[in-house]
């Protein structure tokens, strides 16, 4: 080992949730990596100690490199927070499948081959920390947003099974399903909805979910506890959630049937 401190890599930490995570765990004493495609706006993570890394969940190339990176620095990964990601709005009959392959590569794919290229030092050193940021949306899904949601349904099934799997190594996988927080991430799934399906037969429907947004939500720290509660416990849950409304939507779609479902998420499009 470098040093005594564990190593921790975090994806999607130009801004948001990952860059909060980053800087919490900075903060939590861990040597932290910060992995985006925009390393100039990572800038506060160096200026707090954290080491900066330009890492793109598309390209398969530069995953390699960031963990190449770590690893050659560290001699270990022992923490890898999945975080980056975005939301692929749009009915989907408008959306090009080509986004749809997108979504899928930057939400799933890349978090996988970057989770692939980890494991082995997790398990030379019997030791790993495995948190992937999915989504109360992993859980059920909204009109508008069927490819990201998918893309989180994914993530949740490729979660279960990489859990029994790496659990013998000692290598725990722990899922953060966060509600509405306060973040880009907002902005970007508005203006893709419109973007594609603005003009056509599904604009009212846009209109609607565009004036579901501005709700006050809790800033990206609500999920940062989440992942630190994680780190810390010794037997960590396999779930956390938290942010706008994550309980109650939880908590109704367990009990809800489909149907009685489906009429309450529409009743918000009327």
């Not at 530069?62 to 022992?78: P, T, Y």
């Not at 494991?119 to 030791?127: G, N, V």
């Amino acid at each position: 080992m470098a040093g005594t401190k564990r190593v921790a890599l975090v994806t999607g930490a130009s801004s948001g949730m990952g860059k909060d995570i980053a800087l919490r765990l900075i903060s939590e004493g861990y040597t932290v990596y910060g992995g985006a495609r925009r390393v100039e706006r990572m800038a506060d993570i160096a200026a707090r100690g954290g080491i900066t890394v330009e890492l793109d969940m598309t390209d398969d190339a530069s995953i390699w490199a960031a963990v190449d990176r770590v690893l050659r620095e560290q001699g270990r990964i022992d923490v890898l927070v999945n975080n980056a990601g975005y939301g692929q709005y749009g009915a989907l009959e408008d959306v090009p499948v080509s986004e749809g392959r997108r979504q899928f590569e930057t939400n799933v794919i890349g978090l996988a081959r970057l989770t692939q290229l980890c494991l082995p030092s997790m398990r030379t050193h019997k030791f790993g920390k495995i948190v992937n940021i999915s989504s109360i949306g992993g859980k059920f899904a909204f009109p508008l947003g069927g490819w990201y949601h998918a893309s989180k349904y994914a993530l949740e099934g490729y979660s279960d099974a990489l859990r029994n799997e790496v659990r013998q190594f000692g290598i725990d996988v722990i899922v953060i399903e966060p509600g509405g927080i306060s973040s880009e991430w907002e902005g970007i799934a508005g203006q893709e909805a419109e973007r594609f399906s603005g003009q056509g037969v599904y604009r009212e429907m846009v209109v609607k979910f565009r004036g579901l947004q501005g709700r006050k939500a809790p800033p990206p720290s609500v999920v940062s506890d989440l992942v630190v509660k994680s780190l810390r416990a010794k037997r960590p849950a396999i779930r956390y959630h938290g942010g706008l409304m994550a309980g109650p939507l939880l908590f109704l779609r367990r009990w809800l049937s489909d149907r009685m479902f489906d009429r309450l998420i529409m009743a918000a499009f009327k």
